[in-house]
């Protein structure tokens, strides 16, 4: 079988194959596993990400690392007040891990030869023994019985089974980071102490979260047109103007809020927030199919891409070890995800409204049902 993407639906489906005594290839475009930063934390959810890596024989190596005293929530509104706070440690199952954690985790778990690194696939295509074609760019890299595209929002595999692109849903990120919050910027730890910190202003908002080591992912969000953002609302390739811009975009933020961006790397990146329609379903075609955000990318809002994108990698090992008939197997998995996928983007479309002129009422309301949730779930 071949899978194209090491990401965390791509090594999640392999790891669960090879527990069960089914070998995969994964065609990965990375050169090697620290080509370039994974992203900042993850929350893990019970039924979803945590239950693939139990399916996957990880939950140990995945304790060592988690962080579970790291779910700290606070939100505040642009002008400094503080709406909510909730920062019990060890409370729930949504413990936190770095993506470069993660992935290496799933990496080790995996006999180093079965990821060919460096290898950008730019096609897949019927061959007419009823297998399919790998290619590269310089020529084919393999033919397997069975493709799986888990090479994200832009794969180049799921035109073999649906016409659907994603489209811009309207809403802006710029991605800053800080280093050494707890040694070199204060302010910023003393409103980060732990796990995550919100912030809603009129169609603007922040979410900034601490990742292991004293680091700090923030994502700046702006409501824009498609004509703005090509344009380019920030020039994220000169740090010092795209600081200047940024706050040029927030009159009236408190300056406690904009302490995250004075404290800022030089690292930044905008990243406009696109999603396929809610319900995308393809009809099955046998040999090929699709997990994580090749089959379903949706806004981050509710935390649920990475979960969502681990779950199918392991229900779809489950499946193919469970029925010698794959096509039946990839059927199955299919269709239960096709249902598990809609019901979670739809959740995370309405996750944009954190983005509007009435989100502080939207996003109270979400927080007190976290809140109910993690008082169920009870101490870890
Ligand atoms: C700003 C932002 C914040 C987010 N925050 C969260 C969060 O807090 N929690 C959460 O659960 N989700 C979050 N998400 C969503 C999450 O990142 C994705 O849903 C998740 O990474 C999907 O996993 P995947 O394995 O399907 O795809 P990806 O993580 O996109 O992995 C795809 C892999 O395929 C490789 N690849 C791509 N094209 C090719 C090719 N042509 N040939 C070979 N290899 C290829 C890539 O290099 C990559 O390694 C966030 C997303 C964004 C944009």
Known sequence: MGIIGGGPGGLTLARVLATRGITATVFELDEHPLARPQGGSLDLHGDSGLRALREAGLEAEFNAVARYDDQGDALYDSQGTLHFQHNEASDGDRPEIDRTQLRS?????LPAERIRWGSKVSAVEPLPDGRYRVAGPAGTL???DLVVGADGA??????LVSPATPTFTGVLFIELQIDDVDTRHPAVAELLPRGKLSVVGKSQGLIAQRSSHGHVRAYFMFRVS?????EGVVDTASPARAREQLKALLPGWAP????FIDASNDTMAARPII??????????????TLLGDAAHVMPPFSGEGVNMAMLDGAELALAL????????AVKGYEEAMFERAAA????????????SDHALQHVLEHFRVLQRELAAAGPH
Do not use: I, N, Y
């Open 154 to 159: 832009w794969s180049k595999v799921r035109p």
């Open 226 to 230: 498609e004509a703005r953002l090509r």
């Open 321 to 328: 070890a469970a029925d010698a008939d794959w096509s039946r």
């Open 344 to 355: 979670a983007a739809a959740g995370a479309m309405q996750g944009l409204d954190f983005v």
């Open 256 to 259: 406690s809020l904009l302490t």
């Open 142 to 144: 393999g033919a397997f």
């Open 275 to 288: 999603a396929l329609p809610v319900g995308h379903r393809w009809t099955h075609r046998p040999g090929v």
């Open 105 to 109: 985790l799933l990496l080790d778990s």
